[in-house]
């Protein structure tokens, strides 16, 4: 069973627009928290993470926001760029590896 | 369902040895496989990425010749460090994905250690 979900396949913005992607997990033990930004015949690349001592962090238009109740976090980019285009993958991990449980991704379009 | 396993988990080999990673889609057919190499918390890099029945298509500065990838049918790929030498310890994770679709299942990743 996968452990970090990732729900909406894919999504539109307009321009200018906030997007907000979700991500949920079911490993109560995952206390790291990632986002990776994904183009085409390119690996992902590292965006923006959280660990779980805090519920939000920011960086430009970049933010993480993390429930750990509802085992819940979601990334905002305020304002959208169509070259924010991409797929996005929610990732996570227990503090004692380094090895990384990735969601199936998100396919944002940011339409001019 | 969309579950990917990787085969071991954890490998420890000494240098100059060959070690053999499975990568399987257990519930849909993975028509494009690719394969990377993780570095701690950071990005991951993009090694190559294969077809079913036909040579993976590899990223520059990857060699080859010393990672063999196979991809013999819709649910299986390996990919074979030969040679391995302590520089090539690292968590190399495959994913899987379905023609048409840009949703990648992410199998659990691999740990090599060389000595």
């Known amino acids: 069973d996968q452990q970090v979900k990732q729900n909406s396949p894919s999504l539109s913005v307009q321009e200018g627009r906030i997007s907000i992607l979700n991500c949920d997990y079911t490993?109560?033990?995952?206390?790291?928290f990632l986002w990776y930004k994904k183009y085409p015949a390119e690996g992902p690349t590292f965006l923006i993470s959280?660990?779980?001592?805090?519920d939000k962090n920011e960086d430009g238009r970049f933010t993480v926001f993390l429930n750990k109740s509802a085992k819940h976090l979601s990334l905002h980019i305020v304002p959208s760029q169509p070259g924010d285009s991409a797929v996005y993958f929610c990732?996570?991990?227990?503090?004692?590896?380094?090895?990384?449980?990735f969601g199936p991704g998100t396919s944002l379009s940011v339409i001019p | 369902g969309a579950v990917v396993s990787q085969h071991p988990s954890w490998v420890i080999c000494k240098s100059g040895t060959s070690v053999k990673i499975e990568c399987r889609s257990l519930?849909?057919?993975?028509?494009?496989m690719f394969w990377y190499r993780q570095f701690p918390k950071q990005s991951l890099m993009l090694m190559a990425t294969?077809?079913?029945?036909?040579?993976?298509?590899?990223e520059q500065g990857v060699e080859k010749d010393k990672f063999l990838i196979n991809h013999a049918s819709l649910t299986l790929s390996t990919l074979t460090v030969t040679s391995a030498h302590p520089e090539d310890s690292s968590f190399y994770i495959c994913?899987?994905?379905?023609?048409?679709?840009?949703?990648?299942?992410f199998g659990p990743g691999t740990r090599l250690l060389v000595l």
């Open positions: 294969s077809n079913e029945g036909s040579k993976a298509t590899y």
């Open positions: 990732a996570a991990s227990e503090t004692s590896y380094d090895k990384v449980i």
């Open positions: 994913s899987a994905e379905t023609h048409g679709t840009e949703t990648q299942y």
């Open positions: 519930d849909f057919q993975a028509t494009t």
């Open positions: 959280i660990s779980s001592i805090k």
């Open positions: 490993n109560s033990m995952f206390d790291y």
